[in-house]
């Protein structure tokens, strides 16, 4: 089992910066492949990066992509997601997920935790 909890979102300026972060709790962290899904309103849970559990190995989503940076502490059980140069059309609820094999489809992660909002103001 993995529990999973978001923090760090917030009300920003287009153009500003947030750090996500998601702690993990449980055993298994070090050895779960670990992604980042966010969800507007009106809209479908979409896929923004996964990190390999050594953090050899990274992908983005193209709407986020030279922008975002997913990365992980294994010795903290912590995921984090730098955000910079945020737009209007990041406004989202975020959400970390947890799971045995990497992937941009949510149904690939078995764990979720609660999800953290960020709103981009223009």
């Not at 670990?34 to 923004?48: D, I, L, S």
């Not at 945020?86 to 609820?93: G, N, W």
Request: charged share 15%; glycine share 10%; proline share 2%.
């Amino acid at each position: 089992q993995v529990q999973l909890v978001e923090s760090g979102g917030g009300l920003v300026q287009a153009g500003g910066s947030l750090r996500l972060s998601c702690a993990a709790s449980g055993r298994t962290f070090s050895t779960s492949a670990m992604a980042w899904f966010r969800q507007a309103p009106g809209k479908e849970r979409e896929f923004v990066a996964f990190i390999t559990p050594n953090s050899g190995y990274t992908n983005y989503a193209d709407s986020v992509k030279g922008r975002f940076t997913i990365s992980r502490d294994n010795a903290r059980n912590t995921m984090y997601l730098q955000m910079n140069s945020l737009k209007p059309e990041d406004t989202a609820i975020y959400y970390c997920s947890a799971g045995r094999f990497y992937a941009e489809i949510s149904s690939h992660y078995d764990y979720w935790g609660q999800g953290t909002q960020v709103t981009v103001s223009s």
